[in-house]
Protein backbone atom coordinates (compact mmCIF):
# COMPACT_ATOMS: atom_id res chain seq x y z
CA UNK A 1 0.00 0.00 0.00
CA UNK A 2 0.64 3.69 -0.20
CA UNK A 3 2.86 4.90 2.49
CA UNK A 4 2.58 8.48 3.72
CA UNK A 5 6.18 10.60 3.40
CA UNK A 6 6.18 13.58 5.46
CA UNK A 7 8.41 16.04 3.60
CA UNK A 8 10.51 19.56 5.17
CA UNK A 9 11.13 22.03 2.74
CA UNK A 10 10.11 19.48 -0.27
CA UNK A 11 13.37 16.86 1.39
CA UNK A 12 12.04 13.14 2.62
CA UNK A 13 13.48 12.03 6.39
CA UNK A 14 16.20 10.13 3.81
CA UNK A 15 17.16 13.54 2.50
CA UNK A 16 18.26 15.13 5.72
CA UNK A 17 17.91 18.87 4.90
CA UNK A 18 20.53 20.79 6.75
CA UNK A 19 20.00 24.22 7.67
CA UNK A 20 23.30 25.64 8.20
CA UNK A 21 24.54 27.87 11.38
CA UNK A 22 27.34 29.34 13.15
CA UNK A 23 28.07 28.05 16.78
CA UNK A 24 26.48 30.88 19.07
CA UNK A 25 24.53 32.94 16.26
CA UNK A 26 20.43 33.64 17.09
CA UNK A 27 18.64 32.01 14.13
CA UNK A 28 14.96 32.09 13.40
CA UNK A 29 12.87 29.65 12.08
CA UNK A 30 9.59 30.27 10.38
CA UNK A 31 7.68 26.90 10.71
CA UNK A 32 4.80 27.01 7.98
CA UNK A 33 2.60 23.70 8.04
CA UNK A 34 1.71 23.35 4.45
CA UNK A 35 0.46 20.19 4.89
CA UNK A 36 -2.97 18.97 3.23
CA UNK A 37 -4.00 16.59 6.19
CA UNK A 38 -1.50 16.16 9.08
CA UNK A 39 -0.55 18.73 12.09
CA UNK A 40 2.49 17.91 13.31
CA UNK A 41 4.73 17.97 17.05
CA UNK A 42 7.69 19.91 16.07
CA UNK A 43 10.82 20.04 18.25
CA UNK A 44 14.79 20.06 18.44
CA UNK A 45 16.27 17.87 21.03
CA UNK A 46 19.31 19.71 22.84
CA UNK A 47 17.52 23.30 21.84
CA UNK A 48 14.93 25.62 23.11
CA UNK A 49 12.32 26.88 21.19
CA UNK A 50 11.54 30.42 21.68
CA UNK A 51 8.20 31.43 20.09
CA UNK A 52 8.08 35.14 18.52
CA UNK A 53 5.48 34.98 16.37
CA UNK A 54 2.37 32.88 15.54
CA UNK A 55 0.49 33.33 11.96
CA UNK A 56 2.91 36.18 11.12
CA UNK A 57 1.80 37.98 14.05
CA UNK A 58 4.26 38.83 16.68
CA UNK A 59 3.83 37.57 20.27
CA UNK A 60 5.95 38.13 24.08
CA UNK A 61 8.49 35.70 23.31
CA UNK A 62 7.87 32.31 25.17
CA UNK A 63 10.48 29.40 25.37
CA UNK A 64 9.32 26.08 25.00
CA UNK A 65 10.52 22.91 24.02
CA UNK A 66 7.94 21.41 21.55
CA UNK A 67 4.70 22.87 20.08
CA UNK A 68 2.01 21.44 17.84
CA UNK A 69 0.78 22.74 14.55
CA UNK A 70 -2.00 22.71 12.63
CA UNK A 71 -2.75 23.12 8.87
CA UNK A 72 -1.69 26.73 7.83
CA UNK A 73 -0.79 28.29 11.48
CA UNK A 74 3.11 29.49 11.07
CA UNK A 75 5.59 29.68 14.48
CA UNK A 76 8.44 31.66 14.08
CA UNK A 77 11.22 30.61 16.38
CA UNK A 78 14.58 31.56 17.43
CA UNK A 79 17.41 28.99 18.25
CA UNK A 80 20.87 29.52 19.67
CA UNK A 81 22.88 26.61 18.87
CA UNK A 82 26.07 27.19 20.81
CA UNK A 83 27.95 23.48 20.26
CA UNK A 84 29.61 22.62 17.43
CA UNK A 85 27.33 19.86 16.57
CA UNK A 86 24.29 18.71 14.69
CA UNK A 87 20.73 18.83 15.85
CA UNK A 88 17.75 17.04 14.66
CA UNK A 89 14.27 18.62 13.43
CA UNK A 90 11.32 16.60 14.26
CA UNK A 91 7.85 16.83 12.70
CA UNK A 92 6.52 14.40 14.34
CA UNK A 93 3.20 13.45 12.52
CA UNK A 94 0.53 13.96 15.12
CA UNK A 95 -1.16 10.57 14.70
CA UNK A 96 2.45 9.00 14.90
CA UNK A 97 2.24 7.72 11.15
CA UNK A 98 5.77 8.98 10.42
CA UNK A 99 7.86 12.45 11.29
CA UNK A 100 9.33 15.16 8.83
CA UNK A 101 13.41 15.32 9.60
CA UNK A 102 15.85 17.71 9.07
CA UNK A 103 19.26 18.82 10.30
CA UNK A 104 20.51 22.24 11.76
CA UNK A 105 24.65 21.95 11.85
CA UNK A 106 27.91 23.97 11.40
CA UNK A 107 28.59 22.30 8.45
CA UNK A 108 26.52 20.13 5.50
CA UNK A 109 26.65 16.32 5.67
CA UNK A 110 26.42 16.28 9.85
CA UNK A 111 23.61 14.22 11.71
CA UNK A 112 22.41 13.78 14.81
CA UNK A 113 20.21 11.03 16.58
CA UNK A 114 16.71 11.06 15.34
CA UNK A 115 14.58 10.32 18.23
CA UNK A 116 12.22 7.32 17.40
CA UNK A 117 8.23 7.77 16.96
CA UNK A 118 6.09 7.86 20.33
CA UNK A 119 3.45 6.16 21.40
CA UNK A 120 0.35 6.84 19.01
CA UNK A 121 -2.24 8.66 21.77
CA UNK A 122 -5.88 7.57 22.07
CA UNK A 123 -8.62 9.61 22.42
CA UNK A 124 -9.93 10.44 26.10
CA UNK A 125 -13.51 11.11 27.31
CA UNK A 126 -12.18 14.81 27.83
CA UNK A 127 -12.19 14.27 23.46
CA UNK A 128 -16.34 13.47 23.80
CA UNK A 129 -16.60 16.40 25.75
CA UNK A 130 -17.19 14.83 28.85
CA UNK A 131 -14.31 15.55 31.59
CA UNK A 132 -14.92 13.42 33.94
CA UNK A 133 -12.02 14.72 36.09
CA UNK A 134 -13.80 14.29 39.65
CA UNK A 135 -16.49 12.11 38.63
CA UNK A 136 -16.99 8.08 39.52
CA UNK A 137 -17.93 6.90 36.19
CA UNK A 138 -20.18 3.70 35.12
CA UNK A 139 -18.28 2.14 31.93
CA UNK A 140 -19.71 3.48 29.04
CA UNK A 141 -21.80 1.58 26.62
CA UNK A 142 -20.47 0.32 23.25
CA UNK A 143 -19.81 2.16 20.71
CA UNK A 144 -22.58 4.01 18.62
CA UNK A 145 -24.75 3.90 21.48
CA UNK A 146 -26.56 7.43 22.09
CA UNK A 147 -26.29 7.74 25.86
CA UNK A 148 -23.43 7.49 27.71
CA UNK A 149 -24.91 5.91 30.83
CA UNK A 150 -26.20 7.40 34.15
CA UNK A 151 -23.97 9.33 35.60
CA UNK A 152 -24.56 9.90 39.34
CA UNK A 153 -28.17 10.76 38.05
CA UNK A 154 -26.87 12.87 35.43
CA UNK A 155 -27.68 11.93 32.19
CA UNK A 156 -25.44 12.84 29.03
CA UNK A 157 -26.65 12.28 25.65
CA UNK A 158 -23.94 12.71 23.43
CA UNK A 159 -26.62 13.78 20.79
CA UNK A 160 -28.93 16.37 22.38
CA UNK A 161 -30.06 19.44 20.00
CA UNK A 162 -30.80 21.18 22.85
CA UNK A 163 -27.07 21.74 23.70
CA UNK A 164 -26.50 23.52 20.14
CA UNK A 165 -30.30 24.31 18.58
CA UNK A 166 -28.64 25.89 15.87
CA UNK A 167 -27.57 23.14 14.35
CA UNK A 168 -29.06 21.11 11.15
CA UNK A 169 -29.48 17.86 12.63
CA UNK A 170 -28.75 15.22 9.69
CA UNK A 171 -26.64 12.06 9.30
CA UNK A 172 -23.44 14.56 9.06
CA UNK A 173 -23.87 15.21 13.04
CA UNK A 174 -22.79 11.98 14.94
CA UNK A 175 -22.55 13.76 18.29
CA UNK A 176 -23.01 17.00 20.02
CA UNK A 177 -20.59 17.66 22.49
CA UNK A 178 -22.43 18.10 26.04
CA UNK A 179 -19.68 19.98 27.71
CA UNK A 180 -17.45 21.36 25.71
CA UNK A 181 -15.19 23.35 27.83
CA UNK A 182 -12.07 25.42 27.05
CA UNK A 183 -8.49 23.36 25.93
CA UNK A 184 -6.47 26.19 24.95
CA UNK A 185 -4.40 25.45 28.43
CA UNK A 186 -3.39 21.98 27.01
CA UNK A 187 -0.26 20.97 24.55
CA UNK A 188 -2.78 19.01 21.98
CA UNK A 189 -3.68 15.22 22.17
CA UNK A 190 -0.89 13.20 22.46
CA UNK A 191 1.69 15.62 24.09
CA UNK A 192 -0.26 15.83 27.52
CA UNK A 193 2.76 13.64 29.53
CA UNK A 194 5.92 13.77 26.99
CA UNK A 195 8.19 14.97 29.91
CA UNK A 196 8.99 18.72 28.50
CA UNK A 197 7.43 22.23 27.92
CA UNK A 198 5.17 22.01 25.06
CA UNK A 199 3.43 25.52 23.76
CA UNK A 200 -0.38 26.39 24.41
CA UNK A 201 -2.39 28.57 23.08
CA UNK A 202 -2.60 30.46 26.48
CA UNK A 203 1.16 31.11 26.50
CA UNK A 204 0.56 33.85 23.28
CA UNK A 205 0.56 37.32 23.99
CA UNK A 206 0.40 40.02 21.56
CA UNK A 207 3.91 41.89 21.93
CA UNK A 208 2.52 45.19 21.07
CA UNK A 209 -1.20 46.45 21.03
CA UNK A 210 -4.16 45.37 18.51
CA UNK A 211 -5.35 47.59 16.79
CA UNK A 212 -9.13 47.45 17.77
CA UNK A 213 -9.96 46.53 21.03
CA UNK A 214 -13.24 47.42 21.55
CA UNK A 215 -15.87 44.99 23.65
CA UNK A 216 -17.69 42.64 21.21
CA UNK A 217 -21.12 43.40 20.50
CA UNK A 218 -22.44 40.44 19.60
CA UNK A 219 -21.89 36.67 19.88
CA UNK A 220 -21.98 34.10 17.31
CA UNK A 221 -21.43 30.24 18.53
CA UNK A 222 -20.12 28.06 15.36
CA UNK A 223 -20.05 24.08 15.77
CA UNK A 224 -17.58 22.10 13.68
CA UNK A 225 -19.63 18.86 13.31
CA UNK A 226 -18.81 15.16 11.60
CA UNK A 227 -19.64 12.10 10.97
CA UNK A 228 -16.34 10.19 10.99
CA UNK A 229 -17.81 7.07 9.22
CA UNK A 230 -19.26 8.63 6.77
CA UNK A 231 -16.30 11.20 6.28
CA UNK A 232 -18.85 13.99 6.42
CA UNK A 233 -18.03 17.36 7.81
CA UNK A 234 -19.61 20.41 8.13
CA UNK A 235 -20.52 23.62 10.16
CA UNK A 236 -23.78 23.56 12.01
CA UNK A 237 -24.63 20.10 10.81
CA UNK A 238 -24.60 21.74 7.29
CA UNK A 239 -21.89 21.13 4.45
CA UNK A 240 -20.73 24.00 2.54
CA UNK A 241 -22.97 22.79 -0.84
CA UNK A 242 -26.22 22.44 1.52
CA UNK A 243 -25.92 25.62 3.28
CA UNK A 244 -28.32 28.29 2.43
CA UNK A 245 -26.81 31.36 3.52
CA UNK A 246 -23.78 32.45 4.82
CA UNK A 247 -22.60 33.64 8.04
CA UNK A 248 -23.66 37.65 7.91
CA UNK A 249 -21.63 40.60 9.69
CA UNK A 250 -22.10 44.24 9.67
CA UNK A 251 -18.80 46.08 8.37
CA UNK A 252 -16.87 47.26 11.27
CA UNK A 253 -18.71 44.75 13.83
CA UNK A 254 -17.19 43.50 16.64
CA UNK A 255 -18.03 40.03 17.44
CA UNK A 256 -16.61 37.16 19.75
CA UNK A 257 -17.17 33.88 17.67
CA UNK A 258 -16.65 30.95 19.77
CA UNK A 259 -15.61 27.63 17.80
CA UNK A 260 -17.45 24.10 19.54
CA UNK A 261 -15.59 20.86 18.36
CA UNK A 262 -18.54 18.69 18.55
CA UNK A 263 -16.11 15.90 16.54
CA UNK A 264 -13.22 13.30 17.96
CA UNK A 265 -11.00 15.31 16.11
CA UNK A 266 -9.21 18.21 16.48
CA UNK A 267 -9.74 20.87 13.68
CA UNK A 268 -7.51 23.72 12.71
CA UNK A 269 -10.04 26.29 11.50
CA UNK A 270 -9.01 29.18 9.48
CA UNK A 271 -10.80 32.46 8.35
CA UNK A 272 -9.99 34.44 5.43
CA UNK A 273 -8.54 38.17 5.32
CA UNK A 274 -8.82 38.74 8.92
CA UNK A 275 -6.61 38.36 11.69
CA UNK A 276 -8.55 37.37 15.27
CA UNK A 277 -7.37 37.71 18.71
CA UNK A 278 -7.79 34.51 21.10
CA UNK A 279 -9.71 35.72 24.15
CA UNK A 280 -7.49 34.90 27.21
CA UNK A 281 -5.40 37.65 27.48
CA UNK A 282 -5.77 41.13 28.81
CA UNK A 283 -7.73 43.19 26.96
CA UNK A 284 -5.67 43.84 23.69
CA UNK A 285 -2.69 41.62 24.00
CA UNK A 286 -5.15 38.84 22.35
CA UNK A 287 -2.43 36.84 20.14
CA UNK A 288 -3.59 37.38 16.67
CA UNK A 289 -4.30 34.77 14.59
CA UNK A 290 -6.01 33.50 11.03
CA UNK A 291 -5.75 29.87 12.59
CA UNK A 292 -6.64 27.90 15.47
CA UNK A 293 -6.97 24.02 16.58
CA UNK A 294 -10.37 23.28 18.27
CA UNK A 295 -9.28 19.80 19.96
CA UNK A 296 -12.17 17.54 20.23
CA UNK A 297 -14.99 18.23 23.09
CA UNK A 298 -13.66 21.51 23.08
CA UNK A 299 -14.15 25.03 22.30
CA UNK A 300 -12.05 28.23 21.48
CA UNK A 301 -13.30 31.94 21.44
CA UNK A 302 -12.05 34.72 19.54
CA UNK A 303 -12.87 38.57 19.02
CA UNK A 304 -12.57 39.98 15.31
CA UNK A 305 -13.62 42.96 13.56
CA UNK A 306 -15.63 42.28 10.78
CA UNK A 307 -14.17 43.69 7.01
CA UNK A 308 -16.50 44.51 4.10
CA UNK A 309 -16.02 41.32 1.79
CA UNK A 310 -16.66 37.52 1.46
CA UNK A 311 -14.35 35.98 3.18
CA UNK A 312 -13.58 31.90 2.97
CA UNK A 313 -13.88 30.27 6.87
CA UNK A 314 -13.03 26.19 6.58
CA UNK A 315 -11.05 24.05 8.13
CA UNK A 316 -7.90 23.58 6.67
CA UNK A 317 -7.43 20.16 6.55
CA UNK A 318 -7.95 19.75 2.62
CA UNK A 319 -10.60 16.57 2.39
CA UNK A 320 -12.30 18.33 5.45
CA UNK A 321 -12.90 21.05 3.55
CA UNK A 322 -13.85 19.77 0.80
CA UNK A 323 -16.71 17.21 1.99
CA UNK A 324 -18.03 20.53 3.53
CA UNK A 325 -16.42 21.90 6.71
CA UNK A 326 -16.18 25.60 5.01
CA UNK A 327 -18.70 28.42 4.83
CA UNK A 328 -18.66 31.88 3.55
CA UNK A 329 -17.99 35.08 6.54
CA UNK A 330 -20.37 38.20 4.58
CA UNK A 331 -19.39 41.38 5.49
CA UNK A 332 -21.82 44.34 4.52
CA UNK A 333 -21.83 47.03 3.56
CA UNK A 334 -19.03 46.34 0.35
CA UNK A 335 -16.79 50.03 0.52
CA UNK A 336 -18.49 51.73 -1.94
CA UNK A 337 -20.96 49.67 -2.54
CA UNK A 338 -24.82 49.16 -1.46
CA UNK A 339 -25.75 46.67 1.09
CU1 LIG B 1 -11.18 19.35 9.95
Excluded at 149 to 173: C, E, T, Y
Excluded at 298 to 317: E, L
Aim: aromatic letters at 8%; proline letters at 8%; hydrophobic letters at 40%.
Amino acid sequence: GAVMSFLVNGHGPADNWTGLFTPGERVRLRFINAAAQMMFNVRIPGLKLTVVAADGQTVKPVEVDEFQIGNAETYDVIVQPIEDKAFTLVAEAVDRSGMGRATLAPRAGMTAPVPPLRERPLATMKDMGMDMSGMDMAAPKPRGSDVMGDMGGMKMSMRDPLNAPQIKLGPGVQTITPMPIDRTSEPGQGLESVGHRVLVYKDLLALTPNPDTRTPTRALEIRLTGNMERFMWGFDGQKFSDATKPYAFDKGERVRVTLVNDTMMAHPIHLHGHFFELTHAPVGFGPRKHTVIVLPGGKVSWDFTADPGDWAFHCHMLYHMHAGMFQVFSVRPLDGGAA
